[in-house]
């Protein structure tokens, strides 16, 4: 029982940070409808970017300082995606948009292998929030804050999406873009946010991460799909669905990882997903959209 | 002007002969080591992105799991050659065949989906056909030794030559005279149907789920051929060079290349394998670099490198400039 409840909390520690990384996801595709793979390099910098500026942080709560810097930095990384290579592209069409976050993922590869250096970067604890052991089963405390930042980032978002004019505005402009400039809205400024939006998002969610998955600039592949993963499994565009999905990946990974089947781990999540989505085409809570031709 | 105006059939034709004229001058020109084995990858890599320039240009459906394809032919070639001991020409043919019966198998369940959802499921082909190649180790030898010591390809006993160039660049002729052919065909303009509208092509009586499986598993094929010939090539490799990143590098040079023309696979695959050479000098920046002009290839030359040099050429022959 003991080892069961242990599986569930690291799943859903996992988890969390899956869905973290899946709301980037989901709010880009909301405002712009693009998937963009370059969603887990924020993570990726997100998280290089604390362990700099943690390490060779001095002065008064260092890690507070280093996390804020983080997130401004993958912030103004987002801004500047969209504002200079999105914006500027010559094809509209969705799928090349789609390949252009691809060619940014591997610039951003490059340029954080240069700006951080090519190795793993270690990060001490956030503290605060002790580790528990409750019966037999370990919740370490870093654990804490990301479902904290999970819960709190999910529940905003879906404020935004559903109860705010600046979020139904983004969902305008991604839909119906002309009607929506017609209406006053900027497609473009949504774009925008949308980017800043995420780029906060990953940044956050990288930091969460450092202490117990130590940053590396080739991280943010795998990042990218486990996140794309989870929105897509969730149904694309809907917050909740992200977070579940999320969710979902992890407990698949650890309850296969518990049971025997480290090495295949991924796999086993992977194909259960392409399994799910064959059965339910439009993801877990999603409904299938209908095209008129 | 006239003089000019070519069938894009002939066009075709005559350009599959250039290309063997230059492919032959290179294999007898060429003799220095390092640029004779990057000819030959960009030849290999060339193979599987022709294929992915079917599916994706022509019958639009997006794959981001090619690389488990490439993993299946190599892997099937060493297998075949060391474990089976057939002679390396039958087990290429194993390495193309096998890929295909696979692709041709998850195609069916997987080609339900489109977009979004299609590039999820065959990016979790793809990733999951990387875990099984570091971790089935019966079959693959894992990360650590994976296979090792091939033996030099010999089709001619006794000729000193390196014969994998001349075999590697029959194969990317045929294969590219297949798919020029495929592409005029009947089939390749129900493709094309499929591509703008599958309710449309289904109405006009294209079996949509068989052309586009169809389709898959000749992709599939391709990169399982190429898999093959880089096994050949590499003689020792291991479960790393089939991870996801592959499929991103086949679907770049489909994308730099060109997604309208097959000839588009070549010119990118020739700049996807000679770029990271090419800037060998700054080390560091090399990555960036690379990401930087594959970015600026995307956002500046939307139809491809190969799509945008052609429509220059052909301005330049015609003789009136862009205005």
Redesign the interface.
Known sequence: MAFLLQILVSGILVGSIYGIAALGFTIVFNATRVINFANGEFLMVGGLATAMLAISGVGWMPTVVAVGAAIVATSLLGAAMQVLALNYSRSRDLHMLVMLTIGITLMLRGLASLVFGRDVLFVSDFGLFPSLVVGQVFIPAQGVWIVVALVLVSLGLWALFKHTMVGKAMQAASLEPRAASLCGIEPRRMALLSFVIAGAIGGLAGALMAPIAPPFYENGVMLGLKGFAAAIAGGLGNPMGAVIGGLLIGLIESASAGYGASGFKDAISFLLLVAILIVRPAGLIGKLEVKRV | MARFMLTSQARDAVGLLALAVVLLVVDLTITGHFHRNLALQAIIFAIAAVGLTLLLGFAGQ?SLGQNAFVAIGAYALGNMVQKVGLHPLPALAVSTLLPAIVGYAVSR??L??SG??L???T???G??AY??A??WTSVTGGLDPGIVDLPKLALVPGLERDQLFTLAALCLLAVMGFSLLLVHSPVGRALQAICT?E??AAGAGIRVDRTKAAIFALAAAFAGLSGGLYALFMRSFNATSFS??LS?EL??MV?VGSLSTIWGALVGALLVVLLPHMLEHFE?????????I??L??????NGLASTLFAGVNRLLRGDRAR
């Open positions: 997006v369940p997987i339900r989906l979004h959802y590039a999820l499921a990016l979790a082909l990733a999951s875990i099984f570091s971790q509208s309710t449309v996801i990143l991103i679907l770049m994308i560091a920046a090399k990555l960036f670099i690379y990401g930087a594959m970015t290839v995307v956002m500046f030359m939307p």
